[in-house]
């Protein structure tokens, strides 16, 4: 079993930068891939970027590529997402996600077994 607490978002401008956070408790943090995916108001979750459980394979969908940037500690069992240069239309509640598995990198949200409770990112224009 994974829990997984979100932190950081907030209100930021366009052109400003987050960093979110993801603790997770358990002990098997270090054997899951882990994602971040996002939910703007009206839209279905989308898929943002994973990283394998050693961290050394990322993935990102196109419209954050070059901005966002995915990492892990697995000493301190927490994920981040750093996210430069930020736009209106990032704005969206951010979810990070566990996969049992270690080595896929899925953008698929049913890949995933556990789930944060969300982080609410608001870019203003």
Do not use: H
């Amino acid at each position: 079993q994974v829990q997984l607490v979100e932190s950081g978002g907030g209100l930021v401008q366009a052109g400003g930068s987050l960093r979110l956070s993801c603790a997770a408790s358990g002990r098997t943090f270090s054997r899951n891939a882990m994602g971040w995916f996002r939910q703007a108001p009206g839209k279905e979750r989308e898929f943002v970027a994973t990283i394998t459980c050693s961290g050394g394979s990322t993935y990102y969908t196109d419209s954050v590529k070059g901005r966002f940037t995915i990492s892990r500690d697995n000493a301190r069992n927490t994920v981040y997402l750093q996210m430069n240069s930020l736009k209106p239309e990032d704005t969206a509640v951010f979810y990070c996600a566990a996969d049992d598995r270690c080595s896929v990198l899925s953008a698929t949200p049913t890949s995933y077994a556990y789930w944060g409770q969300g982080t609410q990112v608001t870019v203003s224009s």
